[in-house]
């Protein structure tokens, strides 16, 4: 059974600093992996999608990376601003039986002034 | 567009009332998919649709019933309800299976249900 695991849980930081969340998946025999983002009281945004065949992909200021030999991908966030503050998820689809995602549990991101 | 609209947004329950919950999109996707997010877990899949008049079992679909008669609206049914279930509730969907190249799925804002 494929697990999804962030770390961390949650993390704090300037306004202005580049980061990088994390993402780890016990099943590499994956399709793809997504990151979202989640604001309180709202549902997910995709950000993010990166097939099994990819290394990375880019959006703005977002990297996202995927090793699946380590079974780790990152979510690097450039230049980070006030407006970055949210949960961001990672979620893996394996294939299989059901047609769903395994999320992980989230790092909580906030970007101080 | 209005995307992914999830009915009830809040709703309180007592221990053995029934109740659906209301998912419509109208972006004509063929997948839909029902997920529950609990503190301190990451989202479960309950039940999906691959297509109108199919439903199929997730992660954690004890407890739980599904209909998919219209394209368009996805229910999910608590038939009696207990604490267990109370949860944020995210219905999603998208127009490709979740492994498709390029395929994205979208959220619908949630719906809060507690059950006492």
């Known amino acids: 059974k494929q697990e999804v695991t962030q770390i961390p849980a949650a993390l704090s930081v300037p306004e202005g600093e580049n980061l990088v969340l994390n993402c780890s998946f016990t099943d590499s025999a994956i399709y793809n992996l997504q990151w979202f983002r989640q604001d309180p009281g709202k549902g997910l945004t995709s950000l993010l999608l990166i097939q099994s065949s990819q290394r990375e992909q880019t959006s703005g200021r977002l990297n996202a990376s995927l090793d699946k030999s380590s079974g780790r991908s990152t979510l690097y966030i450039a230049a980070s601003q006030p407006g970055d503050s949210a949960t961001y998820l990672c979620?893996?689809?394996?294939?299989?039986?059901?047609?769903?995602?395994?999320f992980g549990k989230g790092t909580h991101l906030i970007i101080q002034p | 567009n209005a995307g992914v609209t999830q009915t009830p947004k809040f709703r309180v329950l007592k221990t053995g009332q029934s109740m659906t919950l209301l998912c419509a999109q109208d972006?004509?996707?063929?997948?839909m998919y029902w997920y529950r997010q609990d503190p301190g877990m990451g989202l479960r899949l309950i039940h999906y649709s691959v297509g109108e008049g199919t439903t199929a079992k997730g992660e954690v679909p004890d407890g739980y019933n599904v209909s998919r008669l219209k394209k368009q609206n996805f229910l999910l049914g608590l038939e009696s309800a207990a604490p267990s279930q109370t949860s944020v509730y995210f219905c999603?969907?998208?127009?490709?299976?979740?492994?498709?190249?390029?395929?994205?799925?979208?959220f619908g804002e949630g719906s809060w249900l507690t059950v006492v």
């Open positions: 979620a893996a689809y394996s294939g299989g039986g059901a047609d769903g995602l395994t």
């Open positions: 972006m004509n996707h063929e997948y």
């Open positions: 999603a969907s998208s127009y490709h299976r979740t492994g498709a190249v390029g395929n994205t799925i979208y």
